[in-house]
Every structure is written in C-alpha cells, then in structure tokens.
C-alpha cells in the first residue's frame, strides 16, 4: 500500500519557522516529481511548491518565493519543505502529493497521483 506521510506541522508565531517531512512507503517514487499543496479554511487547495526527482528543478508559488525551500532526500524517499517568516495567512493544512510528470511548474493538482493527508500549520500573529 503506497502512503504519503506528512508530519512537522503545528503551532508557530509570525515571523517563525517550521519544517514539513513527506514520508513514502510501499514504493519508491523514482522519476516522480514531488509537491506540497495547502488549503486554507473556506478556501481550496492551492499549490505551494515542487521539485523534480533530481532536485535541480523547484518551483514555488509567487506567495511563498523566497521564504519556503523544498528539498528532498530520494535514499529516504522523503521531501521537506523549510518554511521560514511564517504569516498568518500560511495557516492551513498542507499536503504533500507525488505526481509522474507535471506541466505548468508543477500547480496542476489533477496531475499528482498520490496524496497525503495532511498535517496542520497554524500561524499566530
């Protein structure tokens, strides 16, 4: 059974850090590129970054360029996402999923096969 894992999500002040892990199990997810989504409440899910199996390729949404970092660990089949200057509107539940190819830098939700179920980040100002 392929799993997604998420964990690292919790309780931070403004101005914060916090560090995402994505665990997978049950396969390896060679050649797949890796996401992270988040969906804030009443809003959708919306994307936040990528990054290709090798790592030389990320992408990021405009709102977190330059404060978040995704990086990934393939031997332990793992992505982090490094999320720095945190603001209360990055409060929500971000997910990771995992997709075999992508377009668009990656923000086409409908192209990631596999999900996890999310892990909650709250952000008080």
């Known amino acids: 059974q392929v799993q997604l894992v998420e964990s690292g999500g919790g309780l931070v002040q403004a101005g914060g850090s916090l560090r995402l892990s994505c665990a997978a199990s049950?396969?390896?997810?060679?050649?797949?590129?890796k996401g992270w989504f988040r969906q804030a409440p009443g809003k959708e899910r919306e994307f936040v970054a990528a990054i290709t199996w090798s790592g030389g390729i990320t992408y990021y949404a405009d709102s977190v360029k330059g404060r978040f970092t995704i990086s990934r660990d393939n031997a332990k089949n793992t992505v982090y996402l490094q999320m720095n200057s945190l603001k209360p509107e990055d409060t929500a539940v971000y997910y990771c999923?995992?997709?075999?190819?992508?377009?668009?830098?990656?923000?086409?939700?409908?192209?990631?096969?596999?999900w996890g179920q999310g892990t909650q980040v709250t952000v008080s100002s």
């Open positions: 049950g396969r390896t997810f060679r050649n797949y590129v």
């Open positions: 999923a995992a997709a075999p190819w992508v377009t668009n830098r990656g923000s086409f939700q409908r192209e990631y096969e596999y």
